[in-house]
Nanobody, 121 residues
């Protein structure tokens, strides 16, 4: 089992920055990578960014050049640095640890409880 706890969400004005963190505990060696997903009201959950165990990263087109995903020492902390935030970035952001398929957001992956990010115009 892997447990994930997000932090760092909040309210920010458009153009501002936030840094999300996700603390991972448990059998972290069993996963193939980690990522961030988000879900806005009335919309489906969507991929934001992923990072594999070898450090390769992947971003949604809408956040490329503005967001940066990274992992801390021992790969037990995941970060998402969000710059130049836009109202369209408003959503609940979820930390994900992939069991077998990175970037698919499988229901049987490990998920955090989510953290709210609100960007005002």
């Amino acid at each position: 089992q892997v447990q994930l706890v997000e932090s760092g969400g909040g309210l920010v004005q458009a153009g501002g920055s936030l840094r999300l963190s996700c603390a991972a505990s448990g059998m972290i060696f069993s996963i193939v990578g980690m990522g961030w997903y988000r879900q806005a009201p009335g919309k489906q959950r969507e991929l934001v960014a992923t990072i594999s165990n070898d450090g390769s990263t992947n971003y949604a087109e809408s956040v490329k050049g503005r967001f940066t995903i990274s992992r801390g020492i021992a790969k037990r902390t995941l970060y998402l640095q969000m710059n130049r935030l836009e109202p369209g970035d408003t959503a609940v952001y979820y930390c994900n640890a992939a069991r077998s398929r990175l970037g698919y957001g499988d229901e049987n992956d490990y998920w955090g409880q989510g953290t709210q990010v609100t960007v005002s115009s």
